[in-house]
């Protein structure tokens, strides 16, 4: 069983930053990809980014590309989303999840098998 724990979230201008944080327990988070989601009011939840075990391979939805970054820190059992240049369509619940089925591919729902219990990101115009 893994549990995560997202915190960075808030309210921001537009054009602001915010860090977002995602601690996870268990001895193996190394070993999966890990990926953030977000879900509009009213919308579908929507893929954000994923990053592979080790780091050095990173995936972004088209609407974030350039503005946002994912990373992660193996010691410390932790992921991060960094997004620059926030806009008010940036605004939804953020949730990080634990890719445990690599087969359905990184930008589908299904690929995680652990989720967070959501961030709220406000970005006012």
């Known amino acids: 069983q893994v549990q995560l724990v997202e915190s960075g979230g808030g309210l921001v201008q537009a054009g602001g930053s915010l860090r977002l944080s995602c601690a996870a327990s268990g001895r193996t988070f190394s070993s999966y990809a890990m990926g953030w989601f977000r879900q509009a009011p009213g919308q579908e939840r929507e893929f954000v980014a994923n990053?592979?075990?080790?780091?050095?391979?990173?995936y972004y939805a088209e609407s974030v590309k350039g503005r946002f970054t994912i990373s992660r820190d193996n010691a410390k059992n932790t992921v991060y989303l960094q997004m620059n240049s926030l806009k008010p369509e940036d605004t939804a619940i953020y949730y990080c999840?634990?890719?445990?089925?690599?087969?359905?591919?990184?930008?589908?729902?299904?690929?995680?098998?652990?989720w967070g219990q959501g961030i709220q990101v406000t970005v006012s115009s």
């Open positions: 990053i592979g075990q080790s780091g050095s391979n990173t």
């Open positions: 999840a634990v890719q445990t089925r690599v087969w359905r591919g990184f930008a589908s729902e299904d690929a995680y098998g652990y």
